[in-house]
Nanobody
């Protein structure tokens, strides 16, 4: 059974930091690229960060501007998102996503973790 379980969300003051983690199971993690998405109330889901299967390539949404870092540990089947200099506009539910294109698209989602940036 495929599972992606996010953790690490919570309430943080503006300028603070959080580290999100996503634990994967039930599929060959090292064959999949991983992404973090977020969705704020009333807004569409947007891509935050991407890391390829071996961790050698990362990409970020323009709004990240050097504040976030995505990383992965293929030995532990985890992907992390270190978020620094958080702003109220970063408030959203953050979702972990696994993707792979092999003959067809394989894609899995976690249930999300809430991040609230507020004073």
């Amino acid at each position: 059974q495929v599972q992606l379980v996010e953790s690490g969300g919570g309430l943080v003051q503006p300028g603070g930091s959080l580290r999100l983690s996503c634990a994967a199971s039930g599929f060959s993690f090292s064959d999949y690229g991983m992404r973090w998405y977020r969705q704020a109330p009333g807004k569409e889901r947007e891509l935050v960060a991407t890391i390829n299967s071996n961790g050698g390539t990362t990409n970020y949404g323009d709004f990240v501007k050097g504040r976030f870092t995505i990383s992965r540990d293929n030995a532990k089947n985890t992907v992390n998102l270190q978020m620094n200099s958080l702003k109220p506009g970063d408030t959203a539910v953050y979702f972990c996503n696994a993707y792979r294109v092999f003959v067809r698209l394989y894609m899995y989602w976690g249930q999300g973790t809430q991040v609230t940036v507020s004073s």
